[in-house]
């Protein structure tokens, strides 16, 4: 009996509700007839054309394969650094293990300072004019000095003591080997170099020095200051994109011995472990060592502010050397002066005890002594819970001037307060942020090490999702560090903030699958886009469960391995049961957007009169005479109302459907009638798609009676139908309003079409200029 | 003599930061509103360099802060928007009306507009925000002339373009 009833009224939603996409499905199938054939464009479709073929070396799983191979690089390098004329001098080897399939006849080693060289063509790449108003020290920096010196002078290159003949092109030099390097083997050779260190305030480069006039001092953060091996891989063989300055490094991993000569009154950190602390520490820093290496609460200074002050004021003539060794990283960088505020804070991270570390000049104090060494700490656990345990024993923040960058181990940081040592909410923000960012950039791509020149997303992108999630968590952690608000301001990640970009002309968007070079608005491109798509991705299309678990996976696979971005793809998907393709291919390999909007909503209510459209469909089926045919005597059919129309639904659907009513007298109990659910209305709700990009349908019903529900469509309702969708709704209430999207999850960008009844947004300008009149 | 400088200013070109916005990019909204016959301008900076801007061009302290700007502030962000920012409808210069200014976290936004604006087909914007600082400065301007949005991308030596509805 259940049954039936449930069967007449699923017969009249059918009479009304699919009536508008019978017609359709015609008239589509004629025009397609005229049009003929085509080939797959499905939304949904796998991505076999745009990935790479699956293979021993990278499995259709996202794994390495059994035959996964990586090439190491060895470094043993003495560094000294002439303070007097800011030069680099340095002498290193380099042993070069060749673990591919194939033997190699040359080798590719990395110029990355070369991109300063005086006749660069990284320096002619981009059009440009004269500014025609410029500051007057501008003036005296661009036109009145010579230009600079720079990249780096090869003195020589060696194999045994024996010259190897080489070739440089540009940033990178090819050298030549006695012999091929057979699978297996490994070949060792010296560079000795030096080059001129540049000011990087001035000419904003990733490494050099920030001047001081008070006391004539520099702050020195080095990094790509040496030869470094460039990448053999199955993907690229030798990596032969040049450095143009915006896409960054592809860079093997190995040992590093590096010692290190400053002038002895000089602090210094870097990548690796400090080999002989005793001899370059003072009796009073080693105290203070020991000290932060159990305070897991506060921060303790090894050198304070007013020894960093003393300490500035003389300069000697003597030198100290720094050793450190560094065990599977894939860069080395320092950063040192007599400058430095230097203070550390234990961390535990899975029972591991890591180092937190700071180093800032006076000048960014007090800001950096508060905040750097727990944002460096809180940044290592958020991190390490989404991927794996920060393998490494420590992390240092470096203040430096208008920086943000990345080494092993260590990083630069801007962030600087005004001279009197105010700062603002802006200024404390921005610093916390890139610290979190920089330290963040450990796990990607100094850890999961993708190729930064090709595909400047797969570290920025996801660097600046979790970035995001260490923000959020940093928050809560240090409710101080917020003052009032509820939660971290951060300026990407959550959806609304990258619309700006994704409604933009599409001539300047660039789909994130573009090498860093092409793009044009790399900080959108490179870092805002793919954040946002991996957090929509979370926390709206997968949940946070399957994706957490997805991600750190892909993280535990790659961790010290060179990943591509199919790699990634593959692996979220194979973690997680979900597929993916769609979402990879309207996000990452398109300029798609997502624009969803509600069409139109017909409204209906139940009615035992037979409706036109109903007799006609039940004519097709032989039934004339609905009212008198045994079958479909007890029918009930469902009546269009006018929007705005009141009569019908403020009454009971029973008594305006008498037959209906009879029916369900004839066949149920007075407790049966009671329980069953009658729906009073029906809706057919058309959504429809201006945008490019499939997103799953979230749509939040509101009722005359003030209740309301939201309901996520999965985004498989638009595989058959890219244009619009049409849904239907039984409900007891009527119905008052319908939003799309209604917590701003999917970076829809015109919020115009997302609700019915229709309502006028207001516009940013007209919200301003009224709260201007109040 | 000319190649030499300009070799010297390309030098500043590759900025390259890797979290702060490392490039240079501000955003202008222009939105015709047909019933009030204004165009109605959103414009929106950074404000770090916006402030290094202003501290450079008039060699005075400035302090971008909500609540803790020096009184002139106001004065002289008006004079370098009507220098460095215009609108031409039917080849007549129009005149861009101040309204205010708004703090968005690490942006700036002005909100600026146009009165008396009869219906237009094409539309002439110079905007020179921040290229005198920075080399590589893009400003991305888009019209919406009350049925169609389209965009212009300026930047030094192309800091004027016309766009046709
Ligand atoms: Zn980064």
Sequence with gaps: MNIRISLTLSLLMFFSLSFAQEGENKEKQQEEAKEGGHI?????????????????????????????YQNTADYE????????????NGFETITYTNNSPESLSYLWVQLDQNVRKKDSPAKKRNGSGMAPVMPPENFVSEYMKDEFDGGFNIASVTHDDTPLPYKIN?????????????????????????????NHVENRARSGYEHFDENDNNVYVIAQFFPRMAVYNDKEGWQNYQFWGSGEFALPFGNYEVNITVPSDHVLEATGKLQNRKDVFSDKMMKRYEQAQESYNEPVLIVNEEEAIENEKNKTNNTKTWEFKAEQVRDFAFATSRKFVYDMMAVDINGQRKMAVSLYPKEGNPLWGEWS???????????SKHTFTYPYHKAISVHAKNQGMEYPMICWNYGRPGPDGSYSDRVKFGMMSVIIHEIGHNFFPMIVNSDERQWGWMDEGLNTFAQYLAEQEFAKKYPEAIGGRDKYPSRRGEPEKIVGYMKGDQEYISPIMTNPEQ??????????????????????????ELFDYAFKEYAQRWMFKHPTPEDFFRTMEDASAVDLDWFWRGWFYTTDYVDIGVKEVNEYVVTNTPTKEGKELLARYGITDPANNPRTANAVYVKKMEQDSTDVASKDPLE????????LMDNFSEQERQNMEVPEYFYEITFNKPGGLVMPLIVEYEYEDGSSETVKYPVQVWRKNDQKVTKTLPSNKRIKSIVVD??????????????????????????FEDSKED | MLFRLLLICLLLVPKTQHQGHKFYLSLTDIVYDQEEKRLKITCDVFVDDFQQLLEKRYQKEFLLVEGEEYRY???????????????????????IKYLGKEYRIDKLRFYLYVENVEPFDKVAVTNKILIDLFDDQKNMVHVNNGQKTKTLLLEKGRSNGVLNF
């Design chain 1, 170 to 198: 540009y940033t990178m030099m090819r050298v030549e080997l006695p012999e091929p390097l057979e699978t297996g083997d490994e070949f060792e050779f010296s560079i000795k170099w030096n080059y001129n260190v540049n």
């Design chain 1, 519 to 544: 793009v044009y608005q790399l900080g959108n491109n490179a870092y805002g886009k793919p954040a946002t798509a991996l957090n929509i991705l979370r926390e709206t299309v997968m949940g946070k």
């Design chain 2, 73 to 95: 502030t106001k004065k002289y962000i008006k004079k370098y928007l009507a220098d460095k920012f215009s609108l031409r409808l039917k080849n007549v210069q129009r005149e």
């Design chain 1, 77 to 88: 390098m003495d560094i000294i650094l002439n303070e007097k004329d800011n030069v680099l």
């Design chain 1, 656 to 663: 305006n459907a008498p037959k209906l009513n009879e029916f």
């Design chain 1, 742 to 767: 209604p917590n701003l999850e999917t970076a829809d960008i015109d919020k115009s079409n997302n609700q019915w009844p229709a309502e006028e947004e207001e516009s940013d300008f007209d919200k």
């Design chain 1, 373 to 383: 060494t727990r944002v460096v700490a809180s940044t290592l656990e958020t991190y």
């Design chain 1, 40 to 68: 797959n464009k499905n939304k949904f479709r796998q991505l076999y054309q745009e990935f790479a073929t699956p293979n021993q070396y990278r499995t259709a799983s996202g794994a390495p394969g059994p035959n996964y």
